[in-house]
């Protein structure tokens, strides 16, 4: 289908994108455009103007601060994929990004644009959330910061407020002695996950001393497997895992579709956090 008719600009600085979209209560926000234009052709969203962030230099690349590393909203999948600082530093993101989409899309399509879309099927909200990430959004009034477990509201619906930019995310380093892996149930087809889950574990001494875990499609959000990380705490590698990983589904409100029911998500969510937390911690 044809979109309905909108303006397009390109701001040249980050001001001018921030008074575009404060001007225009209808204006939306243009990244890699591999969510929005679908939507916009399948006129599920008829935004007046569009405010493309493409010549914002202040939006891009990957940068060490320190105790995080920050991602730049525009930085695409490829470059975070490739990015030597994520893979070292915060690795579950890179390992996560390679399995988003295709490389088509993934040139294109930002880390930025899939935090800022809130869909509870992406991969990348659930392991923002589960690394504690903190994004930061700019506006006319100025800059704030989200943490991850307030930014994801609902089905497609984020924290930022209209007129905001998601300038990118804080990612924190986790340090020495943790391993990491992302579980995903997919269609051979297609990349997006029916569900998938996120993992990060410190073990010592043949038990898990602490697991973060994110979830993603288990809920109209992402959601943390907090039933399972209290459980870990000091389990030994074996049946103490399995069965804390037993409580995955806990607290989670899958919907049903064309490719699974809730009842088998939650199955999935069980089977999948299993093995994640299993090849994190190194396991056999
Ligand atoms: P856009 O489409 O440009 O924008 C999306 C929304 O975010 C819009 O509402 C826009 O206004 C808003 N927005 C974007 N950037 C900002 C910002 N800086 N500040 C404020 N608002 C902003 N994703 C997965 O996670 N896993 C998959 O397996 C997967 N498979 C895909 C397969 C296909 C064929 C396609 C087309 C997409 C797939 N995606 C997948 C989605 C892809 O990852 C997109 O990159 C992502 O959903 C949106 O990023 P974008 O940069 O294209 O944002």
């Known amino acids: 289908m044809i979109p309905a008719t909108f303006d397009y ?8 994108a921030c008074q575009a979209l404060a001007s225009d209560e209808d204006a939306k926000a243009l990244a890699g455009g591999q ?9 599920l969203a008829y935004p007046s103007t569009l405010v493309d962030l493409g010549r914002l230099p ?10 995080h590393v920050f991602i730049g909203a525009m930085t695409t999948h490829d470059e975070v994929m490739r ?5 070292s530093a915060c690795p579950l993101v890179a390992l996560t ?7 088509a899309v993934r040139h294109r399509g930002t880390f930025g644009g899939s935090l800022a879309h809130a869909d509870p099927a992406a991969d990348l909200p659930a392991v923002v959330l589960a690394l504690d990430g903190v994004l930061v959004a700019r506006s006319a009034e100025g800059e704030r910061e989200i943490p991850a477990a307030e930014f994801f509201v609902d089905y497609l619906e984020s924290a930022l407020r209209p007129g905001e930019i998601l300038l990118g995310a804080r990612i924190p380093k986790l340090g020495d002695g943790w391993g990491y892996h992302y579980e995903k149930f997919h269609r051979t087809a297609q990349a ?18 602490e697991a973060r875990i994110g979830l993603t499609n288990m809920g109209p959000t992402p959601l ?13 590698l074996g049946d103490q895992v399995r069965q804390a990983c037993e409580q995955a ?19 999935l969510a069980r089977v999948l956090t299993h093995r994640a937390i299993r090849t994190a911690a190194g396991s056999p």
């Open 192 to 209: 997006w996950p029916i569900v998938g889950v996120a993992a990060a574990v410190r073990r010592s001494n043949g038990s898990i001393q």
């Open 35 to 43: 969510s929005l234009l679908p939507l916009l052709r399948l006129r």
């Open 83 to 87: 990015s030597s600082l994520v893979n």
């Open 58 to 67: 202040e939006l891009t690349g990957v940068h060490d601060r320190g105790d």
């Open 224 to 236: 943390r497997a907090r039933a399972v990380e209290s459980a870990l705490q000091g389990a030994e």
């Open 97 to 103: 990004t390679a399995t988003v989409a295709d490389p």
């Open 249 to 267: 589904a806990e607290g989670t409100s899958p919907s049903g579709d064309l490719h699974a029911q809730p009842d088998y998500r939650r199955h």
């Open 9 to 16: 600009v390109r701001p040249g600085s980050l001001d001018e």
